[in-house]
């Protein structure tokens, strides 16, 4: 049987030691013979709303494979921990191996932003581009107008 766990961590915990204090709970869940199938570090978000005097936290997900014995173990080793704010553990009915919603949209987000700078990055050299041959066309203009003035004043000065 397959069990979600979510858990908050005090955002005043460095990203180090909240991957410790997973690691920690993996071995709780290991050694009560069950085991982690996916875990997820989904960074510092916002919170819902303030707990413990706290606006944001460190999320992280265990999916856990295992008996119930598995799972009693890790929440009471989440009880015990003052680091954690909270936790919700669901059970599952069937196991997906694609990333969750938020993995998801951290990696769309990631993909996009190095689109966008490649796409600035093409803009920049178009608009360069632009500009030069811009620059090229208003010299050329210049050097007609220049000509057409100094014929029309040699015309001027012979007549």
Do not use: C
Not at 48 to 66: C, E, N, P, W
């Amino acid at each position: 049987m397959y069990y979600e766990t979510i858990f908050i961590v005090n955002p005043d915990v460095s990203q180090e030691n909240t991957e410790q204090l997973t690691d920690e709970l993996v071995e709780r869940v290991e050694k009560a013979s069950g085991r982690i199938v996916k875990r997820e570090y989904w960074g510092a978000r916002p919170l819902a709303y303030s707990i413990q005097k706290r606006k944001r936290g460190h999320y992280i997900l265990l999916v856990t494979d295992g008996e119930p014995q598995a799972v009693q173990a890790l929440e009471s080793a989440i009880r015990l921990e003052e680091r954690i704010l909270r936790f919700l553990t669901t059970r599952l009915t069937e196991l997906s191996d694609a990333p969750s919603p938020l993995a998801r949209r951290k990696t769309v987000a990631a993909e996009s932003t190095e689109e966008t700078a490649t796409e600035s990055t093409d803009a920049t050299e178009a608009t360069a581009t632009e500009k030069s041959d811009t620059a090229k066309t208003d010299a050329k203009v210049a050097t007609k107008e220049e000509a057409e003035t100094t014929a029309s004043t040699e015309e001027t000065t012979a007549a």
